[in-house]
């Protein structure tokens, strides 16, 4: 188990547990996309930044099949611990998605206003295919009807951080998800 850094409440998922699931949901994935009958024989993975990036990270480790990749960063939460409603491209993708099919691989999804506004999004740009990976699901949190194709692990609806979720950009850095002592938090001097 890793070392608990002082915000932290309680870690609910620690790395090894994460590394586990990580490399299940690839294999899952990688069987699912082989199964199909895909033209170009490609999937595109598109990973929300910035929060996608250790789970991409260990999800790519383990996923078989051929694919690219794209980045593309979305605001909605405003940096603090409540959802916005306003979904809001800040930087788009640049690849052609026209019959492509896309896995989108996310953090964490929570109203699902997000995902919900970007699978919509790549449809309109002509996608064949959009499916989501994400390593949490809050799916009592919903505002609108939104389900991961694959998800990690299923959780409440307690504010989260660690292994890319952040509180104000910080704390991505830590190798567990944990929940946070919120009136520390908002007290604390980094
Ligand atoms: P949604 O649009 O409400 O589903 O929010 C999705 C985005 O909100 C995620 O990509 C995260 O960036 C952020 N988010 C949601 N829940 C948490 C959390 O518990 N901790 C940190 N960020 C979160
Ligand atoms: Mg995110």
Known sequence: ????????????????????????????????????????????LVGLLKGCIPFMAEFMNNFDYECDTDYMVMSSYGGGTKAGANPKIVLDLNSDLKGRHIL??????????????????????????????????????????????WSGFEIGDEFLIGFGLDYQERLRNLPYVASCDIDKLKKWKW
């Open 104 to 149: 989108i691989i996310e953090d964490v999804i929570d109203s699902g206003l997000t995902l919900d506004f970007v699978k919509r999004y790549f449809y309109s740009r002509e996608a064949a295919d959009v499916k989501i990976v994400t390593l949490i699901d809050k799916p009592k949190q919903r505002k609108v009807e939104l389900k991961p194709d």
């Open 1 to 44: 188990m890793s070392k608990k850094h002082p915000l932290v409440k309680e870690i609910l998922i620690d790395n090894d547990q994460i590394k586990k699931r990580s490399k299940e949901l690839a294999t899952e994935i990688s069987n699912h996309y082989k199964s199909q009958n895909i033209a170009d024989n490609t999937v595109l």
